[in-house]
């Protein structure tokens, strides 16, 4: 009955991931250690006489987790990372990411330490840690996010229509409450050997799978007209030149203002610029970067889909 408990959730777990065409899962670290793990602990239940499910599980409970914090680390640098709950002597503690290298770990009844170590050369990522219990093989309710790879990468693609894409670093925040980071980019777009660019973006970049290979994926803050918030500027300034609290000087340098905004609006080169603004209408990105050539998408609304490549790079932490 155990057994068959047991293969009913290898099963499901197969399907869903046959269902979002994922293969890399049969071949990663993480996978083979928690299927050698459910059969030392099928193999224990036997030596143990045990084949009645619900005395397993009362004996072996479901673990619980009562606190998990993420630990930052750089790509070539080490962390500790502490979690603390309710674990029965044996349960299995198993990282998803199999960047993740422990160097050392030990676990009581109440909290697991581990040091951990992620190698150089590897993008921002982050891995949930899968908690097992002893004998009954239960899973903890949901994954701990354990442990987050963080730093400063610089992005640079080349797509097929000939735009040329960077993606700089433009700040970081890592909350301390355990949710998911949030990382922000500067997204410059070139046309051909153009040293200015043509359009820049914020983008919100979200980190995608991690035992399956990490991607990512973000959509760009479109910006506000520039000749819109001119003309709502140029509005404020004409209703406080007809304020008739307004002296007449006052209200002769408002109007010489007003001038200037509008010569300055009608500059060809402003012009130039703004319709090549326009002419920009990509609200997503998504790449994947398990290895050189990152290969990726942009989802545009005049030109469809953009197919790029491009490299990583590492600047700081």
């Not at 340098?253 to 200037?260: A, K, P, Y």
Request: hydrophobic letters at 35%; proline letters at 6%; a neutral charge.
């Amino acid at each position: 009955m155990v057994h068959a408990q047991i293969s009913k959730w290898t099963t499901a777990l197969a399907c869903l991931l046959a269902a979002f065409g994922i293969a890399r899962a049969a071949n990663s670290h993480y996978a083979d250690q928690r299927t050698a793990f459910f059969a030392s602990q099928e193999a224990e239940r036997k030596r143990q006489g045990l084949a009645d499910w619900k005395q397993i599980k009362a004996m072996y409970p479901t673990p619980e987790i009562t606190l998990c914090r993420a630990a930052r680390v750089v790509p070539g640098a080490s962390a500790d990372v502490t979690v603390r709950g309710k674990f029965v002597p044996g349960s299995k503690f198993l990282f998803e990411n199999d960047d993740v290298q422990v160097v050392k770990e030990n676990a009581t009844p109440t909290e697991y330490h581990a040091t951990i170590r992620v190698p150089s050369g590897i993008g921002p990522g982050y891995s949930p840690l899968h908690v097992f219990s002893a004998v009954s093989g239960i899973e903890a309710g949901a994954p701990c996010r354990a442990v987050y790879i963080g730093g400063k990468y610089e992005w640079n693609f080349t797509a097929q229509n000939g735009w040329r894409i960077r993606l700089s670093p433009k700040g970081e925040v890592f909350p301390k409450d355990g949710s998911a980071p949030e990382v922000s980019y500067t997204a410059d777009f070139y046309r051909g050997n153009d040293t200015q660019p043509f359009a820049q973006r914020v983008l919100s970049l979200g980190l995608g799978g991690t035992l399956y290979g990490n991607s990512y994926s973000g959509g760009f803050e479109q910006p506000a007209s520039s000749q819109d918030a001119a003309m709502a500027d140029m509005q404020q300034i004409l209703q406080k030149a007809y304020d008739p609290k307004t002296s007449p000087e006052e209200r002769a340098r408002l109007m010489q203002r007003v001038g200037e905004m509008g010569e300055k609006m009608s500059d060809p080169n402003l012009v130039q610029k703004q319709q090549k603004e326009a002419q920009f209408a990509c609200g997503n990105i998504n790449f994947t970067a398990n290895e050189d050539p990152v290969e990726g998408q942009l989802s545009c609304q005049q030109e469809g889909t953009i197919k790029f490549r491009g490299t990583r790079r590492f600047v700081g932490p």
